[in-house]
């Protein structure tokens, strides 16, 4: 039996006397299209900080295919095969669509700290960054500095830098927030595309990205989670009726 | 062929001006100004390895340019002694080598953060090895510093380097070599990379890059071109002192590629001979041009972040899309208000020193060429408040309509940020 | 033996509590605004030129209380014409501007006052003796600055965890943009801390002119030490800049009354490499001992001794 591609043992995080993330566990499959939902403060962008690297756990265990990764730092984790985006756009400003995308691109495909070689050169990367920014919908914008582009462009760039790593985990963070009907179905159909034969694991809101979108879904509230299912057992469970989506509907 | 023609032409001409050079200007004071202008375009550029490429500002920068001097400079005296028969062109190397030495020593505890922090403990390692310069005499060779003589290795190729004419060329073929190789850094992946750990360190960590590794490589880079600088420099004044790894130089250089304009790769080129020009010059004309320097730092970091490099890219962007006829009779305008005003101030700021300047025994008269101003009777102050104010009035009257012709002009385009 | 002891003591709590009067200026204004003002140490200057011509005419006591008031002024225009605009260009052009501003301020106190050091005076009020311990006076005047300099440590903590003004500075800490939606005028809680920060330096400056030498080097001779201080401390931190005040203070106080060398303990043959060490005394050493203490700090722990906030 393979180890799943994410594992999360009894993950508890403190902000001194304050319990964030209090005691979760799950496992993700390989292929998988994992989607976390909850209220506001339920500690979903915690636990993505958690999962990159980005803060370390005060308990508890992450793996990735079966590898301890807790406690290790955003580059070690990064380089083992995940990748996140972030819910605040986290781009480089001055550096053009294309080159954002080459940046990504360039740990992963051995290139590592290379000062004696030209960029240019690099045929691997710039085919990569190219395919990336035409998958993302931003070829016509490739020369454009970063910070220049809509909110919407930002975000498709957002994805398209997490992707350029060619990760085999992919966490997405809030991924539509902010679009518009046509934006958000562009989006999904990106992240469908992008993510095949991938394990994808999501944070988000709008309910039919998640519906559309996931195979499975859990739903945190106050760092525990409540409930982890398909999306059909999901929708029918109470529970997660009361805490969450009752109360949506009834907003 | 047209393709290649037109990317070898900027280093073509660039070569060709270096070479060409000394034979326009060809006093000796000319040719070892120009030879301290290569140095600083050497020194600039490596110090904008760190702060242009990388978002690293370094307030002591010097260390390396100053260990590269010494290193070279013991390092000839040694092989002269010894009789290797090594050529004094070597040296230049071996500088750069020293200083890439220390900036690995240095440079392992002092990239362990990034940003402001990192900032701060490159004031302290700079402190600290400005006094560790005075207790290590033999090797610093106290006040009086170290002395060589740059004929010692005998002819290469037939030239002594004692002239001061064949250093120079000396110094501008390193120069040209440092522009090629600093160039072709930025063309690199770590160049890139680079890049993207100056605009979002923390994305930057994300990629898979270790942050402490890239600020180390950063930091051995323009060591090595700093030493290459500092070795430069003990070759052509046949001295290294514990000034040159001081903080009067680290400010030098940040002046010099900050002016210069950190965001393109040919400011720190421009900055340095600017600012070595000026430093020349000013310090015959006026006891306080370093103040000036400064007043010029704070306006360039207040009103042009992007430096001069950037002033004239924004100007190019404007022709390109055919605007800048639009700006043109605004900059008309403000052209003399801006000098008017730039001549009243300076009057005000030197007729304060010489008034001041009496009371510790010198002389209240300002001597502008022919002419000479009292500071302690009231005309020239009058005039100095007339130029000042009336310039200064005159620029606020003018200043919006440049603004507005900018406007109309950029069309949504933001101001070059550093 | 206890002689050198106890001096070297109160010499370097003296010391100690100079830095903190600064670092905690100095920690304020970065927690608060993100700013780390490389001309703090310049205001400390301005302060002790400016109390030496407060005195000069008004008198010492007078000077005290001018001084920093003037030096605050100063610093409120300085925050609102320059570092204001400076801001939205990001924290580099930030620090570049008070840099600039440090190297100016000393070019213009050379200009107003000269290279040479100032004859600011103890105040006769103050010149006397404290007290006499194993032969050798204490004078009274140093007890009046550890004295002023605790007083302000104590206002400072009261101001900052008793008063609403202070409430609202610790919001605006951490949630500016929060705070400023709730009415506050952030932007003047900005003025008013760098002014405050400003005029606590400034004070600083007027009372440790007399004791120290007021001289136009004295802002970068202080300065790095006061950034070794903030970083050790741990940037953002209070606490942390108390205690890596009063360490630094102590340590280098205690190194310059200790005249060993390692010729004297281990004999007179210098080793063929870095033989100049040999003959050097600790106290000769003693100037870079903040530096070696911010290196091993930055191996061993480096996010400082306390540190909070990353920049």
């Known amino acids: 039996m393979t180890a799943p591609a994410l594992e999360l043992v009894d993950l508890t995080k403190k902000f001194g006397p304050t319990e964030i993330i209090r005691g979760v566990s799950l496992a993700i499959e390989s292929g998988e299209r994992h989607a976390i939902i909850g209220p506001n403060g339920a500690g979903k962008t915690t636990l993505f900080h958690l999962i990159s690297g980005r803060l370390r756990p005060t308990s508890g265990r992450i793996m990735l295919a079966g590898r301890s990764v807790d406690g290790l730092r955003p580059y070690q984790i990064s380089r083992l095969g995940l990748s996140r985006s972030f819910q605040v756009t986290n781009i480089f400003p001055k550096l053009s669509v294309y080159e954002n995308l080459l940046c990504a691109t360039l740990w992963s495909l051995g290139a590592r700290y290379a000062f004696w070689e030209s960029l240019a050169r690099r045929r691997d990367a710039a085919e990569r960054a190219e395919a990336l920014a035409t998958r993302i919908g931003l070829a016509h914008r490739r020369d454009v500095p970063a910070g220049v582009l809509a909110y919407a462009e930002q975000r498709a760039l957002e994805i398209g830098i997490a992707l350029g790593g060619d990760p085999e985990v992919l966490l997405l963070d809030e991924p539509t927030a902010g679009m518009s009907r046509r934006e958000t179905e562009q989006t999904v159909e990106l992240i469908r595309n992008a993510t095949a034969g991938k394990t994808l694991v999501m944070v988000e809101h709008d309910m039919s990205v998640i519906f559309g979108l996931a195979t499975r879904i859990s739903v945190l509230v106050y760092g525990r989670v409540l409930a982890s299912g398909s999306p059909e057992s999901i929708r029918a469970n109470r529970e997660v009726q009361q805490a969450y989506l009752g109360e949506a509907t009834h907003a | ?418 | 033996m206890s002689q050198l002891v106890i001096f070297s003591l109160l010499n370097g709590v003296l010391y100690g509590m100079l830095l903190f009067m600064l670092a905690s200026g100095l920690t304020l204004i970065f927690s608060m605004m993100g700013v780390l003002n490389f001309a703090h140490a310049s205001f400390y200057m301005l302060g002790a030129y400016f109390g030496f011509e407060i005195s000069r005419r008004l008198g010492f006591w007078p000077g005290v209380v001018i001084a920093p008031l003037l030096v605050g002024a100063v610093g409120a225009v300085v925050e609102r014409y320059g570092l204001r605009r400076v801001h939205r260009y990001g924290h580099v052009s930030e620090l570049l501007f008070t840099f600039g501003l440090a190297f100016v301020i000393e070019q213009l106190i050379e200009m107003f006052w000269g290279k040479t050091p100032a004859d600011y005076r103890v105040p006769q009020s103050l010149d006397f003796v404290a007290f006499r311990m194993f032969g050798t006076d204490y004078p009274a005047y140093k007890m009046f600055v550890l004295l002023t300099a605790a007083g302000m440590f104590v206002f400072l903590i009261a101001i900052l965890r008793r008063t609403r003004v202070g409430l609202i500075i610790r919001a605006a800490l951490t949630h500016p943009n929060m705070v400023a939606m709730l009415g506050h005028n952030v932007p003047r809680v900005f003025m008013l801390v760098f002014g405050v920060g400003c005029a606590l330096a400034g004070l600083a400056g007027a009372i440790a002119g007399p004791a120290l030498v007021t001289q136009p080097s004295m802002a970068a001779d202080l300065g790095p030490i006061l950034f070794v201080v903030v970083i050790v401390g741990g940037m953002g931190s209070l606490a942390g800049a108390f205690i890596a005040s009063l360490l630094v203070g102590i340590i280098q106080t205690f190194a310059v009354a200790i005249n060993l060398s390692l010729s004297q303990v281990f004999g007179s043959t210098a080793p063929p490499l870095l033989g100049d060490l040999w003959a050097v005394t600790v106290a000769q050493l003693a100037p870079i001992i903040p530096y070696v203490l911010l290196i091993l700090v930055l191996i061993f722990r480096p996010t400082g001794l306390m540190g909070t906030r990353e920049s």
């Open chain 2, 1 to 418: 062929m047209n393709r290649i023609l037109r990317f070898l032409a900027p280093w073509l001409a660039t070569a060709a001006a270096l070479a060409a050079a000394p034979l326009v200007f060809r006093s000796n004071f000319a040719l070892t100004t120009m030879s301290l202008i290569g140095i600083n375009v050497i020194f600039a550029l490596s110090f904008n390895i760190l702060l242009g490429q990388t978002g690293l500002l370094s307030f002591g920068h010097a260390v390396y340019y100053g260990l590269g001097a010494f290193v070279a400079i013991h390092a000839l005296n040694a092989a002269v002694d010894a009789n290797l028969g090594l050529p004094l062109p070597l040296f230049v190397l071996v500088g750069g080598l020293g200083g890439l030495f220390f900036g690995y020593l240095f440079g392992v505890v002092v990239c362990r953060r990034g940003g402001l922090v990192f900032s701060m403990i490159t004031l302290g390692v700079g402190e600290l090895v400005s006094s560790c310069s005075f207790i290590l005499r033999s090797f610093f060779g106290g006040e009086e510093g170290i002395v060589t003589n740059r004929t010692g290795p005998g002819p290469f190729l037939g030239y002594t380097f004692g002239p001061q004419m064949q250093v120079y060329y000396l110094t501008a073929a390193w120069c040209f070599l440092a522009i090629v190789a600093t160039y072709a850094l930025t063309r690199t992946p770590l160049g890139r990379v680079w890049n993207a750990a100056r605009e979002n360190p923390e994305r930057a960590e994300f990629l898979g890059y270790k942050p402490e590794t890239l600020r180390l490589y950063a930091c051995c880079f323009a060591a090595l071109f700093a030493g290459i600088a500092g070795a430069l420099s003990a070759i052509n004044f046949e001295i290294a002192t514990s000034e040159l790894l001081g903080s009067q130089e680290s400010t030098l250089v940040l002046l010099m590629a900050y002016v210069g304009g950190t965001g393109h790769f040919v400011g720190p080129i421009l900055g340095a001979a600017l600012v070595t020009y000026m430093q020349i010059r000013l310090s015959d004309l006026t006891d306080i041009w370093q103040l000036y320097f400064g007043v010029a730092f704070i306006g360039v970091v207040l009103l042009a972040p992007g430096g001069i490099a950037g002033w004239v890219a924004m100007h190019v962007q404007a022709w390109r899309r055919g605007e800048l006829a639009r700006l043109l009779p605004s900059y008309a305008l403000a052209a003399p208000a801006i000098a008017i005003a730039a001549v009243g101030a300076v009057l005000v700021i030197e007729l304060t020193h010489r008034l001041f300047a009496h009371a510790m025994g010198q002389s209240t008269l300002l001597r502008i060429g022919p002419l000479a101003l009292d500071a302690q009777s009231a005309g020239p102050w009058a005039l100095a408040g007339v130029l000042a104010l009336g310039g200064g009035f005159a620029l606020r009257w003018v200043w919006p309509r440049v603004r507005q012709a900018w406007g109309a002009a950029a069309s949504g385009r933001k101001g070059s940020a550093a």
